[in-house]
Every structure is written in C-alpha cells, then in structure tokens.
C-alpha cells in the first residue's frame, strides 16, 4: 500500500511540475526610449513594470526551456557616465555550458566585458544575479527518499 502511495505522489509531483512550461521576462535595455532605463541597465529591474511570459508561447522572441540574462559593459570612460551598459533578459534553448545555475564571463577585444547567466526557474532572470531554481528536483528527491525509507 505505502509503495502505490508514494508512486501517485511522486507522479502528481513530477506531472504538476513538468506541466507548466517556464516564464521568464523579456527586454533589452537597447530597446528602452532615450532616458529610460526599464530592463535595469543602471537600477534596479523593476518586475512589476515587466510581465514573465510563457518561453514556447507566440510571446517569446525565442523558445527555451530555461531563462537566460546578458549584461555587456564598456570600459570606463567609455561615455559621459563611465560606462555604457546593456542589460538583455529573455528564454533560452541551449546553454554554452549545457548547465543552467551558472554564469559566464569574459572581455571582448574591443574592452567591452560581457557576462551571460542562465537560470531554470520561473522569472528567475529579474535578479542582480541568478541563482537556479532546484526546487522541483527537491521535491523528487525528498519524494524518493521517503517512498524508499518506508519500505525498510
């Protein structure tokens, strides 16, 4: 009986959390009006200004399975206020590294540094930094756990 039980909640477990597809927000601070900063390029960005969408739906510039953020900064001095920057946040197929939960950096040539996050939660690329969400592979876990510990 505990082992038909435990095999219905992981089932409801997995089928609830695989239903739903991922939301993430989508906006490039290189399509902000002048003076308007609403992807957060220089502040904080602002999730109430921006509604996540479905990554596979008819919204999304691109179809993914996971939220993706990419901020590229110039050198200092490189305009008035010591440095341009540029902040795109949208869903994302393929990660460069094959990994989600994980950030990339470097330098172009031109000085420019560039730095890409990938995350695989929903609306995770609104913060500063991305942290993944693991909270569905949790709820497996703990769910193998038990089903497996009340067999003993």
């Not at 957060?40 to 602002?46: E, H, M, Q, R, V």
């Not at 991305?130 to 569905?136: D, G, Q, V």
Request: glycine share 8%; hydrophobic share 35%; net charge positive.
């Amino acid at each position: 009986m505990q082992t038909k039980v435990c095999r219905l909640i992981l089932i409801v477990i997995i089928s609830l959390c695989g239903a739903f597809a991922i939301r993430c927000y989508q906006c490039s601070s290189d399509q902000d009006p002048k003076g308007v900063d609403s992807c957060g390029a220089y502040k904080p960005f602002n999730r109430t200004e921006h509604i996540a969408i479905e990554c596979n739906s008819d919204e999304s510039h691109m179809p993914g399975s996971f939220c993706m953020k990419v901020v590229q900064q110039g050198p200092k001095g490189f305009i008035w206020d010591g440095r341009w920057r540029q902040v795109i946040r949208r869903c994302a197929s393929v990660a460069d590294t094959g990994v989600t939960g994980v950030c990339n950096w470097g330098v172009y040539e031109n000085g420019v540094y560039w730095e890409e996050c990938y995350c695989a939660g929903d609306s995770c690329n609104s913060a500063r930094r991305l942290i993944s969400s693991e909270t569905y592979w949790h709820l497996v876990l703990i769910s193998l756990t038990l089903c497996l510990s009340t067999r003993r």
